[in-house]
């Protein structure tokens, strides 16, 4: 299915049919799509409970346009939440992975809309290079040689203008997702980005909100467990 963004961006998307009562809306991490294995192994996941609609970001995959690092991605969700109510969906929750749980975040706090949102992974603040793996996203990102490397291997086709301005990180918006609860999910082992990402997103936040710190997990849809996403669809449905 290809969606439009609100900026006139092609969005590819998928859906998954569940029970009309409740749709899980996937949002990926940098670089992956949502035919990409570890996206629809959460799919299958969370198809036991309703319906999933997954997409690919800008810039990423079969979709159009350029990805912006989680700035202009708002409206490419706010476009699959728009599909899955159309679908005939009574509840939605978001569910987003690294870039996608920055992006759930901000979606929910600047466009809303939304029954329930769980980022997993998140980054808290843009611009953090304090690991080995952040650093060399960094490259990608900034670098000419790394768009092209992303461009190549990665298919993933990055703006090169950058942030102008640079948008609101998602600790300075996560307290305007209340009333909608929130589930801020991280693991002890993420290479990317440390728990402090987690504890400050979740200090920022204003209830309903919960904080999973998960031992042994690492980092995103790649290393979720099928059990902690089990866990994180039946928090939903509590919601």
Do not use: C
Not at 129 to 139: A, E, F, I, S
Request: charged content about 20%.
């Amino acid at each position: 299915m290809k969606l439009v963004a609100a900026d006139g961006v092609q969005i590819d998307a998928h859906h998954d049919p569940g029970p009309r009562d409740l749709a899980f809306v996937l949002a990926h991490g940098f670089t992956g799509a949502w035919n990409k294995p570890a996206v629809r192994r959460a799919g299958a996941v969370f198809a036991r409970h309703g319906g999933v609609v997954s997409f690919d970001f800008r810039g990423h995959g079969r979709s159009g346009g350029r990805s912006t690092v989680g700035d202009r991605e708002i409206d490419d969700l706010e476009a699959a939440v728009a599909w899955a109510r159309e679908l005939g969906y009574g509840r939605i929750a978001t569910i987003g992975f690294s870039m996608g749980a920055s992006v759930a975040v901000r979606h929910a706090a600047l466009i809303r809309g939304v029954d329930a949102v769980a980022a997993v992974s998140g980054p808290a603040r843009w611009y953090y290079r304090g690991t080995v793996p952040m650093r060399r996203v960094h490259w990608v990102i900034e670098k000419p040689t790394g768009r092209l490397v992303s461009r190549i291997m990665l298919r993933t086709r990055i703006a090169s203008e950058g942030w102008s301005p640079v948008p609101p990180a998602p600790f300075e918006v996560v307290g305007k997702i209340t009333p909608t609860p929130l589930l801020v999910v991280h693991g002890d082992q993420d290479a990317y980005f440390p728990l402090e990402h987690a504890h400050q997103l979740f200090d920022a936040a204003a209830e309903p909100k919960e904080l999973w710190i998960e031992h042994g997990f690492g980092h995103a849809e790649n290393a979720a467990p099928p059990e902690l996403l089990e866990r994180i669809a039946q928090w939903v449905i509590r919601s």
